[in-house]
């Protein structure tokens, strides 16, 4: 009975030496490949830097531009210079500025066109005509009148075409993408518009 115990305990005891044995040496293996692999490892290189930065990126230097406002001491248009980062692209730049006439009214100006009215959209066409598509504040919110009417067409015009004398030959006004024959009954805006 101590021979089949001891026999059970000795042949316990070399299988837990050879369990040790093994564990040992796979550590072993483990921590070489790991400090194999540190040395050998390829360092990874930055990617390279861009040659140029992408001229989108940036901001266009402040313009002046000018916006046909009424001074209301004189009652007749004219020009504020008002600065504005524009965008090179040209249908772009004629929304910046379009934008820029119905938001801007420094102190002593008054605005022509209607408070609330929004610019939907603007193109420009193969002909040099420029659409201006506004929101039907231009027209529902207007105060009406003969002189009323002509100072916002006016303000509109002058303002574009300070701006484009070259790449815009003439304007056609929109109400919410629609022709319309008039903005408050007395100017005919049906067909694309010149300076009077």
Do not use: C
């Amino acid at each position: 009975m101590k021979h089949n115990r001891s026999a059970g305990f000795s042949r316990l005891l070399v299988i837990w030496g050879i369990t040790l044995v093994l564990i040992a040496v796979g550590l072993g293996m483990t921590l070489f490949l790991i400090e194999r692999s540190k040395q050998s490892a390829i360092p990874i290189a930055p990617p390279p830097l861009p040659i140029a930065a992408n001229p989108s990126d940036i901001p266009p230097p402040p313009q002046e531009v000018n916006l046909f406002l009424l001074d209301p001491t004189a009652l007749t248009l004219v020009p504020v210079k008002i600065e504005r980062r524009l965008h090179a692209e040209l249908t772009k730049r004629l929304r910046q500025i379009v934008a820029a006439l119905i938001q801007e009214t420094p102190p002593n100006f008054r605005n022509t066109i209607p408070r609330g009215t929004l610019l939907n959209g603007a193109y420009i066409d193969s002909q040099q005509t420029a659409y201006l598509d506004f929101s039907n504040h231009l027209t529902d919110g207007h105060i009406g009148g003969t002189t009323a009417e002509l100072l916002t067409v006016t303000a509109i015009l002058k303002t574009v075409f300070d701006a484009f004398p070259e790449e815009i030959k003439q304007v056609q006004i929109l109400i919410d993408g629609e022709e319309v024959k008039t903005l408050a009954g007395h100017l005919n805006l049906s067909q694309p518009l010149h300076l009077f």
